[in-house]
């Protein structure tokens, strides 16, 4: 049965890219390439400037999510290793797919030649991941309550029932801090034990997450014409949908999800101008940092696989070793010292 388990995953997130696929085609089958390069020129470089800088404050979130799940672990590594690896990651599992599972098999990769046991990369991910749910959760509750009529653009159902939601997913939030505050027993799986973090981490993620989130957006956001761009606020709480619907379908890099329920959001937003905001998102969150994560991956396993054949070298044969020339490995820096953030 777990090996038939193994290819559900990949058949879920193939039935829905089909699936999206077609939602698509029904949807922008009226759009001729020359509105979609007309919405595209359309996009000034003060626009340009905006989705760059959103881009750039995501990734340093991300790249915030390690640092705190790091100092939960007691770990403390300098910035810039953390700034690689999360970069890596993120950047691998956001157009991979299933991003838990990729995730993890990067950062164990990456953390394990720095001294970190497969446990702690657990939950290293475990945390992460977590981070990113509780943003979501929080900003999503916050979005309903100030704004229940966004909910219209998605599903047929009352305002007071979205603020009702939205209350809900901040009282959720609220009882995480206050289990981290009043150190609550941990969450008992079998065997394995779910500790609440300390007070300081959890102030980390209420900051870290949320910034994610936004910077995201704004991509979207400052892609969007400002004519018929309908606010950050409305494109923040779509986007919130439209992602984890994406992540939820397991479709790499959310190909078709994301921009079915996008698009089916956003009904006063000419599709072509909506199409090109999202070409524009995937390019700049996925497709460049993909192109730089697997230049950074090619380099760091030929680094290690020479340090291994010096190893081995040395091993079989100690004078040819000694008179051979050192390969210096460009391996991620040790760890260090560097107080936390």
Excluded at 30 to 56: E, M, Q, R
Excluded at 245 to 272: D, N, R
Excluded at 307 to 317: F, H, I, P
């Amino acid at each position: 049965m777990k090996k038939y388990l193994e290819y559900v995953w990949p058949v879920i997130g193939l039935g829905a890219v089909v699936f999206s696929g077609w939602l698509l085609y029904r949807e922008l089958a009226g759009i001729s390439f020359a509105d979609v390069s007309n919405a595209f020129l359309s996009i000034s470089p003060l626009h340009w400037l905006g989705a760059l800088a959103g881009t750039a404050i995501a990734y340093a979130a991300l790249a915030w999510y390690d640092r705190i799940a790091l100092l939960h672990l007691g770990k403390h590594l300098p910035w810039p290793v953390i700034s690689l690896v999360s970069f890596t990651t993120y950047a691998l599992s956001h157009s991979i797919g299933a991003s838990v599972l990729s995730g993890a098999m990067v950062r164990l990769r990456a953390y394990g030649t720095m001294g970190l046991s497969i446990a702690e990369v657990g939950v290293l991910v475990a945390l992460c991941s977590f981070t990113f749910g509780l943003g979501t959760v929080l900003l999503g509750g916050l979005v309903l309550v100030f704004d229940p009529e966004i909910v219209y653009r998605l599903f047929d159902m009352p305002s007071w029932s979205a603020v009702a939601l939205g209350v809900g997913m901040l009282a959720l939030v609220v009882l995480y801090v206050v289990g981290s505050w009043l150190e609550f027993q941990p969450i008992k799986i079998g065997s394995f034990a779910i500790y609440y973090p300390r007070l300081p981490i959890v102030g980390r993620q209420l900051l870290a997450a949320p910034l994610e989130l936004l910077g995201a957006a704004a991509i979207i956001y400052f892609a969007l014409p400002d004519a018929s761009n309908p606010g950050y606020f409305v494109v923040l709480g779509v986007f919130l949908a439209s992602f984890s619907a994406a992540l939820a379908s397991h479709a790499p890099g959310g190909l078709g999800v994301l921009e079915a329920v996008f698009i089916t959001a956003m009904p006063g937003v000419p599709k072509a101008e909506v199409l090109v905001a999202l070409l524009v998102f995937r390019l700049l969150y996925l497709i460049i940092p993909l192109a730089f994560a697997l230049i950074v991956v090619v380099l760091f396993e030929r680094s290690r696989l020479a340090q291994t054949l010096q190893e081995r070298l040395a091993q079989s044969n100690p004078t040819a070793a000694a008179s051979a020339p050192v390969a210096v490995p460009a391996r991620l820096p040790s760890p260090g010292n560097d107080k936390a953030a």
